[in-house]
């Protein structure tokens, strides 16, 4: 007979994080099931921690539910992840543009970053004062 692993808390976290994203979507177990071609009751599991989500099986849910992998993580403390502890409104302007920055760091997809562009160009910011970009952050004005 088997030992019955225990689920961790983290493992409960994910399950939780994957349950909100995926009614977030307005989408059913079973179509996201469908989606990721397993039946339901592996979702089910997965939201319930019961069983581990492999690497894969996270990289394919992210992509399914248009979401980051970060996400998942939501609520799990993680050494050397930075997520906000604060509401957006509640941060100065400067930590906006800072998380602004180091999320577009992140972004190597030329139509999602041909996307932001497009917003920033609607909103007209694009004639915003030329700025010098450099690896630590927004950079000083060029002069």
């Known amino acids: 007979m ?7 808390d983290d493992e409960i976290i994910i399950g939780k994080n994957l349950r909100r994203i995926r009614k977030a979507h307005q989408l059913t177990q079973s179509d996201l099931a469908k989606r990721l071609f397993i039946t339901f009751q592996q979702v089910q599991k997965y939201e319930r921690g019961k069983n ?18 970060l996400d998942f993580f939501e609520h799990i ?27 577009l760091k992140c972004i190597s997809d030329l139509p999602t970053l041909c996307s932001i562009k497009d917003v920033i160009d609607k909103f007209g910011m694009s004639q915003a004062p030329s700025k010098k970009y450099n690896d630590i952050g927004w950079g000083d004005d060029v002069e």
């Not at 088997?2 to 961790?8: E, W």
């Not at 581990?52 to 992998?69: F, K, P, Q, Y």
């Not at 993680?78 to 604060?86: D, E, I, L, N, S």
């Open 77 to 103: 403390d993680m050494p050397g992840v930075a997520y906000p502890k604060t509401r957006t409104r509640d941060m100065s302007v400067q930590e906006l543009r800072d998380g602004i920055y180091r999320d």
């Open 2 to 8: 088997r030992a019955t692993r225990q689920r961790t």
């Open 52 to 69: 581990r989500i492999s690497c894969g099986r996270l990289i394919e849910m992210a992509r399914v539910l248009d979401t980051r992998i």
